[in-house]
């Protein structure tokens, strides 16, 4: 049976190259063109235009707009003769009909999202002001913007200083927002205000060639000095081709040219490498410190063996005690022992909150951090660790709770714990930041 299904799919190939051979002109060929393809170039011309209009992906404006944008098209949907078309034209209008109205429907999740982690991020709308104002080629106050970018540059400072005082050993700082990472952390160590330890979690490599990223890396490093941990991302393709409108190129394959020249110039200030995504010659004088370490993000198999291989460890967000044991811990550390390293660093960072409305505050964090039950790679660190979404890997409760958490967390690997406060009211604020200082 197995041989005659073989020869069977052998004749099958044999017409099939025969057919090929023949090169049929295309044109004989009937290829059904529906009558909703102009509207639908027309569509995607003018929503390709309102994007690159408005580049800042959570701006009120643009919401508004592209709001605007999709309800309009919806409104010159009943102008078609529906009954008019043909099957495939029935086919394209239902189609373009259910995108609009998911759009639509985006839209408003994402105003809800953005309303509720606001409290998260009570800077971000002072930035988005500036860059679309910006955008709008409007005549900025330098002075003026430049004191409203130092206000938001020195809470960041007045955390770090809050950190250090409190006794913790490491300040992280995610690149999420138009304030460069890199940038505000060499600001913190040229102010004293470092702590012993402070890195990025992360940077994304996407929008940055290595050698871009190198030059900041050395200078923070020369600012701080000596304290830098350089976390590194390769982000996720949504964010990557929705967001930036570049290539999302195979991740590892992009990692590892990406890290090849990275590392070369970090060490040396020297890289000779050409390769299929990145390429860099360049022989310059770097900063005289010693190099800053480099961790990965890294959640599946292949990135976390990179990891192990490559760097000195992975930054970790959203992955609970039982995944970090039965998955990261193992997978990464044989990697590293494989290829001579030390032991590498595994950095656990979750959301945090000492609170007596737990059922609440999940519900929040399962609305504000939903995007993360939905990325691929995070959902499948969820389904290891048994969760139904992030909600459930977060640290909330009262302080019995929570202080018991990072006991449970440590044995499963993890060599570093960033708790992410997201108290919501002042109260539930202080006596998480009084739990995790009595544990720094």
């Known amino acids: 049976m197995r041989t005659a299904a073989w020869l069977a799919i052998a004749c099958s190939l044999l017409l099939l190259v025969d057919w090929l051979a023949q090169k049929p002109d295309l044109?004989?060929?009937?290829?059904?063109?529906?009558?909703?393809?102009?509207?639908?170039?027309r569509f995607s011309a003018d929503r390709g235009s309102l994007t690159r209009s408005f580049p800042v992906a959570?701006?009120?404006?643009?919401?508004?707009?592209?709001?605007?944008?999709?309800?309009?098209?919806?409104?010159?949907?009943?102008?078609?003769?529906?009954?008019?078309?043909?099957?495939?034209?029935?086919?394209?209008?239902?189609?373009?009909?259910?995108?609009l109205d998911y759009e639509l429907r985006q839209l408003d999740l994402e105003a809800r999202?953005?309303?509720?982690?606001?409290?998260?991020?009570?800077?971000?709308?002072?930035?988005?002001?500036?860059?679309?104002?910006?955008r709008r080629i409007e005549n900025l106050d330098a002075q003026k913007a430049a004191a409203t970018l130092s206000g938001r540059l020195e809470d960041v400072l007045d955390a770090a200083r809050g950190a250090r005082a409190d006794g913790f050993g490491s300040f992280w700082l995610a690149q999420t927002t138009l304030l460069d990472a890199l940038a505000v952390l060499a600001v913190v160590g040229a102010s004293g205000a470092a702590p012993a330890e402070v890195g990025t979690a992360v940077v994304a490599t996407y929008g940055r060639h290595p050698t871009v990223l190198a030059a900041q890396a050395l200078t923070a490093q020369a600012a701080l000095p000596g304290r830098l941990v350089l976390g590194v991302g390769v982000s996720h393709r949504p964010s990557v081709e929705e967001r930036l409108r570049m290539r999302w190129d195979p991740p590892l394959r992009h990692i590892r040219e990406y890290l090849t020249i990275l590392d070369a110039l970090l060490r040396e200030g020297r890289a000779d490498h050409d390769g299929q995504l990145f390429s860099a010659h360049v022989d310059q004088p770097r900063p005289p410190v010693e190099p800053p370490s480099v961790m990965l993000a890294a959640l599946g198999?292949?990135?976390?063996?990179?990891?192990?291989?490559?760097?000195?460890?992975?930054?970790?967000?959203?992955?609970?005690?039982?995944?970090?044991?039965?998955?990261?811990a193992p997978t990464i550390g044989d990697a590293a022992a494989r290829?001579?390293?030390?032991?590498?660093?595994?950095?656990?960072?979750?959301?945090?909150?000492?609170?007596?409305?737990?059922?609440?505050?999940?519900?929040?964090?399962?609305?504000?951090?939903?995007?993360y039950g939905e990325l691929p790679s995070y959902r499948a660190m969820l389904d290891r660790e048994g969760a139904e979404g992030p909600q459930d890997v977060c640290i909330v409760g009262d302080e019995q709770a929570v202080g018991a958490a990072p006991d449970e967390i440590a044995p499963a690997g993890e060599t570093d714990f960033a708790a992410v406060e997201i108290g919501g009211t002042p109260e539930e604020r202080e006596r998480t930041r009084a739990l995790l200082r009595s544990r720094a």
């Open 27 to 41: 044109a004989e060929l009937r290829i059904p063109d529906s009558e909703l393809r102009p509207v639908i170039e």
């Open 58 to 99: 959570t701006s009120p404006a643009r919401r508004a707009r592209m709001k605007q944008f999709y309800t309009e098209w919806l409104s010159v949907l009943p102008g078609l003769n529906f009954d008019a078309l043909s099957q495939d034209g029935k086919i394209d209008y239902l189609l373009f009909k259910n995108l």
């Open 113 to 134: 999202s953005l309303q509720e982690i606001a409290p998260l991020v009570p800077f971000a709308q002072t930035i988005i002001d500036l860059e679309e104002a910006r």
């Open 301 to 328: 198999p292949q990135m976390l063996r990179l990891a192990g291989e490559r760097t000195d460890g992975t930054v970790l967000w959203m992955v609970g005690p039982r995944t970090i044991r039965e998955h990261v």
């Open 339 to 371: 290829a001579g390293r030390p032991a590498p660093r595994i950095v656990c960072s979750l959301p945090v909150v000492v609170t007596d409305r737990e059922a609440e505050v999940r519900a929040f964090a399962a609305r504000a951090f939903a995007r």
